[in-house]
């Protein structure tokens, strides 16, 4: 849910989104690594979003529709974006307590460890060598 602070929530609208995020590192002005994301792409079935994205809110949003189920431990999801024929994203996966051998996480935790300190996200916009910049906290 979107709202401007301090409104109720019922003026707030609610969508879809997804970000395709890379995981990068970068050294600050000041010699520090410091751990983000870069942001190929982004999308939304809401087309406020997809309209003020890039213009009243850093990161462009192309249009797409959404397609989720969750089956108690089993996950589906689709993302058919109208500017690609193919799905954009096809996903099914299920509930598990273990990650497999090949994962670069050793638990959840580790992982959301990773993400949390990846807060800070990068985007390229059309036809510019500039960065859009997103900071992203959960209170």
Same mark, same amino acid.
């Given at each position: 849910?979107?709202?401007?602070?301090?409104?109720?929530?019922? %003026?707030?609208?609610?969508?879809?989104?997804?970000? &395709?995020?890379? =995981?990068? #590192?970068? #050294?600050?002005?000041? *010699?520090?690594?410091? @751990? *983000?994301?870069?942001?190929?792409?982004?999308?939304?079935?809401? !087309?406020?979003?997809?309209? =003020?994205? *890039? !213009?009243?809110?850093?990161? /462009? &949003?192309?249009?797409?529709?959404?397609?989720? #189920?969750?089956?108690?431990?089993? /996950? @589906?999801?689709? /993302?058919? =974006?109208?500017?690609?024929?193919?799905?954009? /994203?096809?996903?099914?996966?299920?509930?598990?307590?273990?990650?497999?051998?090949?994962?670069?996480?050793?638990?959840?935790? #580790?992982?959301?460890?990773?993400?949390?300190?990846?807060?800070?996200?990068?985007?390229? !916009?059309?036809?510019?060598?500039? %960065?859009?910049?997103?900071?992203? &906290?959960?209170?």
């Amino acid at each position: 849910m979107i709202r401007p602070k301090g409104l109720p929530s019922f %003026l707030g609208i609610a969508s879809e989104n997804s970000a &395709h995020r890379i =995981a990068v #590192e970068w #050294e600050d002005v000041d *010699g520090k690594v410091t @751990a *983000g994301v870069f942001v190929p792409r982004r999308d939304t079935d809401s !087309r406020l979003n997809a309209l =003020a994205g *890039g !213009r009243l809110f850093p990161g /462009i &949003h192309h249009l797409s529709a959404f397609k989720i #189920e969750d089956q108690g431990g089993r /996950i @589906a999801m689709r /993302i058919d =974006a109208k500017d690609i024929k193919a799905p954009l /994203i096809n996903l099914q996966a299920r509930e598990t307590t273990a990650f497999p051998p090949a994962s670069v996480f050793e638990s959840v935790e #580790e992982s959301s460890s990773f993400f949390e300190a990846g807060c800070v996200g990068y985007s390229s !916009r059309p036809d510019s060598c500039q %960065l859009d910049g997103l900071r992203l &906290h959960v209170p």
